[in-house]
């Protein structure tokens, strides 16, 4: 059996197999795609200590550093199933999707999340060419030009917020009739010059010129007139939703679908660790959820030394 089993090859992932390898115990990765999100990310320029690099170098760089080391790389492989210790200190086993059950004393949970779409004409041809999900990451790519925000939760009216500092103009649309963020950042948005906010729309198309996106089409829901606007880029944001479908039952997640983990990486069954944007820890990014599989990887180290095996 492994003694530290990392389900999820994504920032979180990778780091928490450099740690714990680097502790000498039996360390394996199994990985639907290695890299994760970062494969889809354009240009990275907020890890710290590396100014600028994009999303495939970035999954190279994770790989390479998790090869240094004496891991088992299970890549293409999806967990369908974990079955827990039936006692503390006994081993968990992990289904997969290809009919394979692996053994295991601890288990790091770290598959990650989705920007949920809006699913639009235009959506996926220009991702990454002016369709946006993470304002922290691509909002200074926009400075001085339009945006559109498409979602007013608290994450979209948030980036909305976040934005207007950066570019020169924010539109939010909103398919309800109200936004549905805190009245304090709804406050807060509403006392900015440079935003403009749309309710009771729906969008109904991303425009471009093949190249990159010039404008956000949208259905005024009450008069079912069609509007058309210029601008450079589009953030959705919708939701992210965390890849815990399959865990449905057998752990405590949150009203969202998150792992829900304490500050050490804990979840609700012994042995068993979970990192990155697939849990509760707050702000979803590269460097966090790095840190937080550092961390997981120390938490399962430390109860494989206090926890006899049965
Ligand atoms: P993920 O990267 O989501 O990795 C999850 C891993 O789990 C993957 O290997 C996946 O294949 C695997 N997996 C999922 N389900 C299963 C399963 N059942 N069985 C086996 N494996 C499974 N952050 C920044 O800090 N800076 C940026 O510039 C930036 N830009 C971004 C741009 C885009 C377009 C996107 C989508 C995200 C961006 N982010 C950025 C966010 C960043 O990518 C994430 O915060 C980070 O990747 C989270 O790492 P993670 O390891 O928790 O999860």
Redesign the pocket.
């Known amino acids: 059996p492994y003694d530290v089993l990392i389900?999820?090859?994504?920032?979180?992932?990778a780091a928490a197999a450099v740690y714990a390898a680097r502790k000498g115990i039996r360390t394996g990765v199994?990985?639907?795609?290695?890299?994760?999100?970062?494969n889809?990310?354009l240009?990275?320029?907020?890890?710290i200590s590396v100014t600028e690099t994009d999303?495939p170098k970035f999954a190279a760089a994770l790989e390479a550093h998790v090869k240094a080391y004496d891991v088992d790389i299970m890549n293409l492989?999806?967990?369908?199933k974990l079955i827990p210790a039936a006692q503390a200190g006994g081993l968990i086993e992990l289904q997969l999707a290809n009919g394979g059950t692996l053994k295991t004393r601890t288990v790091i949970l770290?598959?990650?999340?989705?920007?949920r779409n809006v699913n639009v004409p235009g959506e996926q041809e220009y991702k990454?060419k002016g369709v946006?999900?993470?304002p922290?990451?691509?909002g200074p790519l926009f400075k001085g030009k339009r945006v559109a925000v498409i979602g007013g939760g608290n994450s979209g009216v948030e980036a909305a917020i976040d934005l207007a500092g950066v570019v020169a103009h924010v539109t939010l649309i909103e398919f309800d009739t109200k936004l549905r963020a805190d009245a304090v950042l709804v406050t807060k948005l509403q006392s900015l010059p440079n935003v403009t906010i749309h309710l009771n729309a729906q969008t109904t198309e991303i425009t471009g010129d093949g190249q990159k996106v010039n404008g956000l089409s949208y259905k005024d829901r009450a008069t079912e007139a069609s509007h058309h606007i210029e601008l450079e880029g589009v953030f959705v944001q919708i939701g992210l939703v965390p890849?815990t479908e399959?865990l449905k039952g057998t752990l405590e997640l949150s009203r969202h679908g998150e792992i829900v983990i304490d500050a050490k990486g804990q979840t609700s069954l012994p042995g068993v660790l979970a990192?990155?944007?697939?849990t509760t820890v707050p702000y979803?990014?590269?460097?966090?959820?790095t840190g937080e599989?550092a961390k997981a990887a120390l938490s399962a180290f430390d109860y494989l030394i206090r926890t006899p095996a049965v």
């Open positions: 389900v999820g090859g994504g920032p979180a992932g199994v990985a639907e795609r290695f890299g994760g999100q970062v889809d990310t240009s990275i320029e907020n890890f999303g492989q999806r967990a369908d770290s598959t990650g999340a989705r920007w990454t946006a999900y993470c922290h990451c691509d890849n399959w990192a990155g944007d697939v979803k990014q590269i460097i966090i959820a599989g």
